[in-house]
């Protein structure tokens, strides 16, 4: 098999996706959603992806178990016939890692993604999914770097994650490492199975005080409104708006982003792509109002001269009427007059020739 670069191979998985059908197995649907409101996977040109999936609240559901949000970073691969198989290694997982690799094979119909499990055996959960492209990016993303001070603990192992910023949407998965803590460090095949070989109050403490999994909107840069959140119904509130200081400061250096949260934590991100600014707000320019609000004075000049014109010119024919019916009545009675004289005349020598 030979490895395929990221950017180079994956412009088709780039963007934010929404998921709308699971079967497993094959042929037996087990979650089916509208689109645009299922659970979101945004992925940037550099291979890292989120992926929150947030289950359903529902009365007497248990939300810890069914939490299955992840992130890390997606590679392709090509074996041996010609296949292209693709690969998701999960470097931030709500569930214990299985010990088996999360590979498929992809097909593409416009904007629509099915992802087929491959191979079949024992080891792996047969299933296939349905993805709706939502935005086709560009694409920002963010990887934790450093935590301070660090949630758990001074004794505690760091946590990783990424933040993803793609059209109107945003994703963020933070969490334990591989290998670390009650969860992230054991090997089964699901929360309920890690429950049963420990302690299941402590196995929750830790999945609903280190791991964060949300998603939601960018209203506009600078402003971010939640979606959904892995641990409170707090969809619709703002996460983070530069204008009011809500959801702390975020500071944009050359090479990271810095949030500085209002509960004192401060995260810095390394920038892994960046698409487009989602931070920074930016108000409407007074210069590119003022071409609107001069082609209206203009506007308004130009009626109240065209107003002018018409008054003017009607003033003027009415003038042009008055000067043009004297100029009539003068020159009638002039021809009046003349054709007078000439009466006169004519009978002034009618008597002359009868005297004679």
């Given at each position: 098999?030979?490895?395929?670069?990221?950017?180079?191979?994956?412009?088709?998985?780039?963007?934010?996706?929404?998921?709308?059908?699971?079967?497993?197995?094959a042929?037996?649907?087990?979650?089916?959603?509208?689109?645009?409101?299922?659970?979101?996977?945004?992925?940037?040109?550099?291979?890292?992806?989120?992926?929150?999936?947030?289950?359903?609240?529902?009365?007497?559901?248990?939300?810890?178990?069914?939490?299955?949000?992840?992130?890390?970073?997606?590679?392709?691969?090509?074996?041996?016939?010609?296949?292209?198989?693709?690969?998701?290694?999960?470097?931030?997982?709500?569930?214990?890692?299985?010990?088996?690799?999360?590979?498929?094979?992809?097909?593409?119909?416009?904007?629509?993604?099915?992802?087929?499990?491959?191979?079949?055996?024992?080891?792996?959960?047969?299933?296939?999914?349905?993805?709706?492209?939502?935005?086709?990016?560009?694409?920002t993303?963010?990887?934790?770097?450093?935590?301070?001070?660090?949630?758990?603990?001074?004794?505690?192992?760091?946590?990783?994650?990424?933040?993803?910023?793609?059209?109107?949407?945003?994703?963020?998965?933070?969490?334990?490492?591989?290998?670390?803590?009650?969860?992230?460090?054991?090997?089964?095949?699901?929360?309920?199975?890690?429950?049963?070989?420990?302690?299941?109050?402590?196995?929750?403490?830790?999945?609903?005080?280190?791991?964060?999994?949300?998603?939601?909107?960018?209203?506009?840069?600078?402003?971010?409104?939640?979606?959904?959140?892995?641990?409170?119904?707090?969809?619709?509130?703002?996460?983070?708006?530069?204008?009011?200081?809500?959801?702390?400061?975020?500071?944009?250096?050359?090479?990271?982003v810095?949030?500085?949260?209002?509960?004192?934590?401060?995260?810095?991100?390394?920038?892994?792509?960046?698409?487009?600014?989602?931070f920074?707000?930016?108000?409407?320019?007074?210069?590119?109002?003022?071409?609107?609000?001069a082609?209206?004075?203009?506007?308004?000049?130009?009626?109240?001269?065209?107003?002018?014109?018409?008054?003017g010119?009607?003033?003027?024919?009415?003038?042009?009427?008055?000067?043009?019916?004297?100029?009539?009545?003068?020159?009638?009675?002039?021809k009046?007059?003349?054709?007078?004289?000439?009466?006169?005349?004519?009978?002034?020598?009618?008597?002359?020739?009868?005297?004679?």
């Amino acid at each position: 098999t030979s490895c395929c670069s990221a950017p180079e191979r994956n412009p088709q998985y780039v963007g934010a996706w929404s998921l709308t059908r699971r079967e497993q197995p094959a042929q037996t649907t087990v979650e089916q959603y509208n689109a645009r409101e299922g659970p979101i996977r945004l992925q940037a040109p550099c291979g890292v992806y989120v992926e929150v999936r947030i289950p359903r609240r529902s009365k007497g559901s248990d939300g810890c178990v069914a939490q299955k949000s992840c992130a890390g970073y997606h590679a392709l691969v090509d074996v041996n016939g010609g296949r292209q198989l693709s690969l998701r290694h999960r470097t931030v997982d709500f569930r214990p890692p299985t010990g088996c690799v999360i590979c498929t094979q992809d097909r593409f119909d416009q904007d629509v993604m099915g992802e087929l499990s491959y191979p079949r055996g024992r080891c792996r959960e047969e299933y296939i999914e349905a993805w709706n492209k939502l935005h086709a990016g560009p694409v920002t993303a963010l990887e934790l770097l450093t935590e301070l001070p660090r949630p758990g603990g001074p004794a505690a192992s760091p946590r990783c994650g990424y933040w993803l910023f793609c059209g109107d949407r945003f994703a963020r998965v933070v969490g334990p490492a591989r290998g670390d803590g009650l969860v992230a460090g054991a090997c089964c095949g699901s929360l309920a199975q890690a429950e049963m070989m420990g302690d299941p109050g402590a196995i929750r403490s830790e999945l609903q005080n280190m791991y964060e999994a949300c998603w939601g909107y960018v209203e506009t840069p600078g402003r971010f409104r939640l979606g959904q959140d892995a641990w409170s119904e707090q969809a619709g509130n703002l996460l983070y708006d530069a204008t009011s200081d809500t959801g702390g400061t975020i500071t944009i250096l050359k090479e990271e982003v810095v949030h500085r949260q209002p509960n004192g934590l401060e995260q810095r991100w390394r920038i892994r792509d960046w698409g487009f600014d989602p931070f920074t707000f930016k108000p409407p320019s007074p210069t590119k109002q003022m071409p609107g609000a001069a082609a209206a004075a203009i506007a308004d000049a130009s009626s109240s001269y065209s107003r002018s014109r018409s008054e003017g010119g009607a003033l003027r024919g009415s003038r042009s009427r008055s000067r043009s019916s004297g100029a009539r009545s003068a020159s009638g009675g002039s021809k009046r007059s003349r054709s007078r004289g000439r009466s006169k005349g004519r009978h002034r020598r009618r008597r002359r020739h009868r005297s004679r």
